[in-house]
């Protein structure tokens, strides 16, 4: 067994637990799990943007804002990097959306929302977080546009729910 393969196992392992914590609530156990897995991460390796996320989130759950907006613009870091490379590759731009939107950047959000949604072809997960993201805007209009169309969409294919619930929640 390589290292490499050992390491990704052992990364793995450490997500698995944090989230077994999340379930839980355990904040603080699951985020010191997720930081042990990011400091783990081999700079060689392609990063787990979403790991970043998560740990920003659970630093907000913390109440400690430094600690989040950090690990998001890390995430955003990492995302404009992928997105120089491939200015088509669909998922980063809804990724950048969604990290933009938990960094309170909504303007920058909604630039990328439009762009995952153009990409995507309307696919639903750019749809969802583009959703999301018009909220907080407050562009009710078109957050609502976009709800109706996840809304037909789930009478026929799987559509999150927590993106109808989310949307509705502004």
């Given at each position: ?10 990364i ?40 970043y ?19 998001y613009?890390?995430a955003i ?57 018009f909220a ?35």
């Open positions: 067994e390589s290292k490499i393969g050992r390491t990704l196992m052992s793995e392992h450490l997500k698995e637990q944090a989230r077994r914590h999340e379930q839980k609530e355990e904040w603080r156990m699951s985020l010191d799990l997720y930081l042990q897995a990011i400091e783990q991460m081999d700079e060689e390796e392609p990063p787990d943007i979403g790991l996320n998560r740990v920003g989130d659970l630093y907000t759950r913390l109440d400690n804002l430094d600690g989040a907006v950090k690990h613009e890390e870091d990492q995302l404009e990097s992928v997105i120089e490379l491939d200015r088509s590759f669909m998922v980063a731009w809804v990724e950048l959306a969604d990290a933009y939107d938990r960094r309170g950047d909504l303007e920058k959000a909604t630039v990328a929302a439009d762009r995952a949604i153009e990409l995507s072809g309307r696919a639903v997960a750019a749809l969802g977080v583009g959703a999301i993201v907080h805007t407050g562009n009710v209009d078109k957050a609502r546009e976009l709800l109706r169309e996840l809304t037909d969409r789930s009478r026929t294919s799987y559509v999150f729910p927590f993106w109808l619930a989310a949307i509705h929640a502004g």
